[in-house]
């Protein structure tokens, strides 16, 4: 779990993780004793591998620059994912880290752009903190509270996470859709 949260939040190759779900899966499985942790050990691991993970993807951003705006599509590198972080980090500046924390794809790549538009690293390092912290404590306690207080809730696990699925897609598609709209609309005008 932690090495996903790590991957997810510092790796090129972790934009595909299921942060959200497994963080809130953590949780419940905390409170029904299925993971025989004390929830805060889970909470502090949780948080200390989001903190390092964006620290890792802050300090590549940094020392790539402006350079990993140019680089090439692979299997596992998209531009469009880069630039999709850049777009965001570009209207909600250092906040851009705090709020991507819940949003896939975004959290992976927002601390990247942070480091490459060289933002301040005590700026970086307070954001990046916030981030972690609000939202792992949002998952992980989420799910803890609801397998704590709802008998037999980890029966509806399958559907707690196609749901929480859903919900966190929900940004991603509408960017998507609103991308593929703007491209549309530029096609019709050049022609």
Excluded at 74 to 80: H, N, R, V
Aim: overall charge positive; charged content about 15%; glycine content about 10%.
């Amino acid at each position: 779990m932690l090495f996903v949260v790590f991957s997810e939040t510092g790796l090129f190759v972790g934009f595909f993780l299921p942060g959200d779900s497994l963080l809130f899966t953590a949780g419940l499985f905390t409170a029904t004793g299925i993971l025989d942790l004390p929830i805060f050990l889970v909470v502090i691991g949780v948080c200390l591998a989001a903190i390092i993970g964006n620290s890792v993807g802050y300090a590549f951003g940094k020392r790539t620059g402006k350079a990993i705006f140019k680089r090439k599509r692979t299997f596992f590198f998209k531009p469009k994912h880069l630039i999709a972080a850049k777009d965001f980090y570009d209207r909600h500046g250092g906040k851009a880290i705090i709020l991507g924390a819940f949003l896939p794809i975004i959290r992976t790549f927002a601390p990247i752009v942070a480091g490459a538009v060289e933002l301040g690293y005590r700026k970086f390092v307070f954001y990046n903190i916030t981030g972690a912290v609000v939202w792992v404590n949002t998952m992980v306690l989420s799910g803890f509270f609801l397998g704590k207080y709802i008998p037999g809730v980890n029966q509806y696990l399958q559907y707690i996470i196609i749901f929480l699925i859903v919900i966190t897609a929900i940004p991603i598609l509408r960017t998507f859709y609103k991308e593929r709209k703007r491209n549309k609309g530029i096609k019709k005008a050049g022609r």
